[in-house]
Structures are given as structure tokens and as C-alpha cells.
């Protein structure tokens, strides 16, 4: 099969980065790896180092660089968005409440997409919305599986407790009321990416008149189905 595109010295860039992506390489080991002449070799690696495409290891080597992971990152958000929505709607429609998607920004979660409610009293969080890691079942959600010192940094100050965060880890579903919003109630479950991480938090929120004051009993199973969906979506995409 020929891989060439066309375009000479793109393709010897992505000799470059496939040849990287076995690890790091001096320039010799680059230029062994892809047959390039070593002025070329040299020349592509610094050019693709200027972009941040390639980088460097404290021995000089070349190595992958942190915009790929960036370039990545923004992937999987407009992966993530496009298989959420529907099933978003579809949780709306069946809960009769707000449907929100939520990922981890720093010390904050930021609402990423979201199904409303036609009409109503609602608990309206608009997209983009940047709401604190302190409060509320989607934070619980983003936090009870972080490794153990991440975990407990994000409890100072927390409405919740490590057991809190256990009891959510058992069960695979969070809930809170009046925890972030007086007279708010909100049902959350995991939504994971590739090995298992956690990488985003669905949720359903409303009025604690409706949800009540044991908003999982309601909600937690169609909640934890359309996280299950969303990951399963997620997993076929990749």
C-alpha cells in the first residue's frame, strides 16, 4: 500500500512522528528509523519542535510533544458532545428534568452541554457554566475515583465527605440536595473514557419538590443508563 499523500514533506513529517511514537530518538535513531537523510531528519524534528508537535527528554531526545495531547483532548471533547447530546434529550424526556453533561476544569466543572426543559420551573445551568468542585452530585461524581491525594485536596472545604465519595464508588451513582443550591435536587453517574478513567459526570436537576429529598430513588437507574451510554458510544468512537 503507498502511503505517500502527495505532499513530500508532510510525509516525512509523519515518518518523524510515527517513528517517535515507539518512544524517544537522537537524531541517529531518527534517522534510521525513517530513512531520511540526516539534514532532513534534523530539520523536520526542529520545525515540528517549534509547534510543539515534537519535544525534547532531559537527554536531548526527541519525544512527542504536548500539542498532540492537546490536539487529542479537543477530539474527544467534540466526541464526547456529539454522542452526549441525544442521549441528553432523551434523558430529559424521560425524567422530565434538566439533563447536564459536566468535565473537570481545575477546581471547577464546567457545564459542557445540556437538555432543558421546555417549560416549567427549572434548575437552569447554561452551557459554559463554571460551577465549583465543593458542591453538588456532578463534583462528587468528578471526584470520588481521582487517585487518593487528588481526592483528598478536593475534599477541604467540600460539602461532602470521603465517605460520601466511598458510598458514590459502591454504588456508581451520586446524588445531593440543597448541597449546592438551596431547594435544588440532582441525581449524577460516570462517564468513562479510555481505561476506565473517569472523564465526565451526566446529571438530572430540578426542584427537590419533584426530585424529593431521595432524588436516586427516581432517577439513579435512567441517570446511570445514559452514562453507560454515553461511554459505550464513546469506547465504539475511538
Same mark, same amino acid.
Given at each position: 500500500? =503507498?502511503?505517500? &499523500?502527495?505532499?513530500?514533506?508532510?510525509?516525512?513529517?509523519?515518518?518523524?512522528?510515527?517513528?517517535? #511514537?515507539?518512544?524517544?530518538? &537522537?537524531?541517529?535513531?531518527?534517522?534510521?528509523?525513517?530513512?531520511?537523510?540526516?539534514?532532513?531528519?534534523?530539520?523536520?524534528?526542529?520545525?515540528? $519542535?517549534?509547534?510543539? %508537535?515534537?519535544?525534547? =527528554?532531559?537527554?536531548?531526545?526527541?519525544?512527542?510533544?504536548?500539542?498532540? &495531547? #492537546?490536539?487529542? /483532548?479537543?477530539?474527544?471533547?467534540?466526541?464526547?458532545?456529539?454522542?452526549?447530546?441525544?442521549?441528553?434529550?432523551?434523558?430529559?424526556?424521560?425524567?422530565? #428534568?434538566?439533563?447536564?453533561?459536566?468535565?473537570?476544569?481545575?477546581?471547577?466543572?464546567?457545564?459542557?452541554?445540556?437538555?432543558?426543559? +421546555?417549560?416549567?420551573? @427549572? =434548575?437552569?445551568?447554561?452551557?459554559?457554566?463554571?460551577?465549583?468542585?465543593?458542591?453538588?452530585? +456532578?463534583?462528587?461524581?468528578?471526584?470520588?475515583?481521582? $487517585?487518593? =491525594?487528588?481526592?483528598?485536596?478536593?475534599?477541604?472545604?467540600?460539602?461532602? /465527605?470521603?465517605? /460520601?465519595?466511598?458510598?458514590? @464508588?459502591?454504588?456508581?451513582? +451520586?446524588?445531593?440536595?440543597? $448541597? @449546592?443550591?438551596?431547594?435544588?435536587?440532582?441525581?449524577?453517574?460516570?462517564?468513562?473514557?479510555?481505561?476506565?478513567?473517569?472523564?465526565?459526570?451526566?446529571?438530572?436537576?430540578?426542584? %427537590?419538590?419533584?426530585?424529593?429529598?431521595?432524588?436516586? @430513588?427516581?432517577?439513579? +437507574?435512567?441517570?446511570?443508563?445514559?452514562?453507560?451510554? %454515553?461511554?459505550?458510544?464513546?469506547?465504539?468512537?475511538?
Amino acid at each position: 500500500m =503507498d502511503n505517500s &499523500s502527495g505532499v513530500g514533506v508532510l510525509d516525512k513529517a509523519v515518518l518523524v512522528l510515527n517513528a517517535l #511514537e515507539a518512544g524517544p530518538a &537522537s537524531l541517529a535513531q531518527l534517522v534510521h528509523a525513517t530513512g531520511l537523510a540526516r539534514p532532513t531528519a534534523h530539520r523536520l524534528a526542529v520545525a515540528l $519542535e517549534h509547534h510543539r %508537535i515534537v519535544s525534547r =527528554d532531559t537527554q536531548g531526545r526527541f519525544v512527542l510533544g504536548p500539542r498532540l &495531547s #492537546e490536539l487529542s /483532548t479537543a477530539a474527544g471533547e467534540d466526541r464526547l458532545l456529539a454522542v452526549a447530546s441525544p442521549v441528553l434529550t432523551q434523558l430529559r424526556d424521560l425524567t422530565g #428534568e434538566s439533563a447536564q453533561l459536566y468535565r473537570r476544569q481545575g477546581d471547577e466543572r464546567v457545564c459542557v452541554a445540556a437538555a432543558e426543559r +421546555a417549560s416549567g420551573l @427549572r =434548575d437552569t445551568v447554561p452551557v459554559g457554566s463554571a460551577l465549583p468542585m465543593l458542591a453538588g452530585s +456532578a463534583a462528587q461524581i468528578l471526584l470520588a475515583w481521582e $487517585e487518593p =491525594d487528588r481526592l483528598h485536596r478536593g475534599l477541604r472545604g467540600a460539602k461532602f /465527605t470521603a465517605a /460520601t465519595l466511598a458510598s458514590v @464508588r459502591r454504588r456508581g451513582w +451520586a446524588h445531593s440536595v440543597g $448541597e @449546592r443550591e438551596q431547594g435544588v435536587a440532582s441525581v449524577s453517574a460516570p462517564i468513562r473514557g479510555a481505561g476506565g478513567k473517569v472523564v465526565a459526570a451526566v446529571s438530572v436537576s430540578g426542584p %427537590i419538590e419533584r426530585l424529593t429529598r431521595t432524588p436516586g @430513588r427516581l432517577h439513579a +437507574a435512567p441517570v446511570v443508563t445514559a452514562a453507560e451510554r %454515553i461511554t459505550e458510544s464513546m469506547r465504539r468512537a475511538n
